[in-house]
């Protein structure tokens, strides 16, 4: 069982940065894949970006294109925790923001292929 608790989000002008981070319980983070997710109202909740785990000591990452070059998802095994920073915010960029932990590591996009989640966190971004 692994459980996530995001914090970070916010309120932020356009064009403001925030960093998200999601802490993990357990010993076995390392192995599992590391994704997060965002819901705005009334709509479906979408794939932000993923990160893999480490393969001969290297991170895959993906990203949704509408954040490509904007957003960095990283991750610290030793704090077992996934970050997620974000620049040149849009209010288009306004959700609640969610981790999950993928223990099959298969860096999907698609948020039934994740096994656990985090309770999310506000990020609001102004015009």
């Known amino acids: 069982q692994v459980q996530l608790v995001e914090s970070g989000g916010g309120l932020v002008q356009a064009g403001g940065s925030l960093r998200l981070s999601c802490a993990a319980s357990?010993?076995?983070?390392?192995?599992?894949?590391m994704g997060w997710f965002r819901q705005a109202p009334g709509k479906e909740r979408e794939f932000v970006a993923a990160?893999?785990?480490?393969?001969?000591?290297?991170?895959?990452?993906d990203y949704t294109d509408s954040v490509k070059g904007r957003f960095a998802i990283s991750r610290d095994n030793a704090k077992n925790t996934v970050y997620l920073q974000m620049n040149s915010l849009k209010p288009e960029d306004t959700a609640v923001y969610y981790c999950?932990?993928?223990?099959?590591?298969?860096?999907?996009?698609?948020?039934?292929?994740?096994?656990?989640w985090g309770q999310g966190t506000q990020v609001t971004v102004s015009s």
């Open positions: 990160i893999s785990h480490s393969v001969s000591s290297t991170y895959y990452t």
């Open positions: 999950a932990a993928d223990r099959w590591a298969s860096l999907a996009r698609v948020p039934h292929e994740y096994d656990y």
């Open positions: 357990g010993r076995t983070f390392s192995r599992y894949a």
